[in-house]
């Protein structure tokens, strides 16, 4: 009979909940590393709502590794999330929004729907994710000059929009522990 092999504590991330018990953030999941876990609830920030069978020792100390924590005094999260690339891709859940089609992130780029050159600016309201050939097929033309329309009109979306987008995308690796506080829109694999 084979011995079993305990998990590293490297491999033993904490899901951060806020104090509402929601994920702090779904894409990213909100995890934090053993280390930043264990100094949380010794600082008493955090209530351990779950732990790995993982233990870590001192000399004169054995705690189980806390595999779910909840935040005690809630954060709240900005109405608007900041601009960037990746949150332009995941408004528009990583598909382009010419051609339609979910494309891997290094194959995405985002596109202004009014040139830079034509007087369009870098707004939520002017950029799209594309691909890179759409994008290069568009080039610096007006959508009714090139006959390109974005699928959906950019917009400027709210954080709790790219959460949701956010819980389509589930990561590759997901505790038992924490299916009671995730909730995603694709069906799970079970472990």
Avoid at 24 to 31: C, V
Avoid at 145 to 159: F, I, K, N, Y
Wanted: proline share 9%; net charge neutral.
């Amino acid at each position: 009979m084979g011995s079993l092999v305990s998990p590293s504590p490297e491999n033993c991330p904490a899901l951060v909940l806020n104090a509402d018990f929601r994920p702090l953030s779904y894409f990213p999941l909100s995890l934090w590393s053993w280390q930043d876990t264990i100094k949380a609830v010794f600082l008493d920030r955090v209530s351990i709502l779950s732990e790995y069978d993982q233990e870590v020792h001192s000399p004169s100390f054995a705690m189980r590794l806390p595999s779910v924590i909840a935040l005690k005094d809630y954060i709240s999260t900005s109405r608007y999330p900041a601009f960037t690339r990746f949150n332009v891709f995941l408004r528009d859940r990583f598909t382009c929004q010419y051609c339609n089609h979910r494309h891997p992130t290094p194959e995405l780029t985002f596109d202004h729907v009014t040139p830079r050159s034509k007087g369009g600016r870098t707004l939520w309201d002017n950029v799209v994710t594309a691909c890179g050939q759409c994008n290069l097929r568009k080039g610096n033309q007006l959508p009714n000059q090139c006959g390109m329309h974005p699928h959906r009109r950019p917009w400027r979306p709210t954080s709790f929009e790219l959460q949701e987008n956010g819980r389509a995308f589930p990561p590759n690796f997901l505790h038992e522990s924490w299916r009671d506080y995730l909730y995603w829109d694709s069906e799970l694999d079970p472990m």
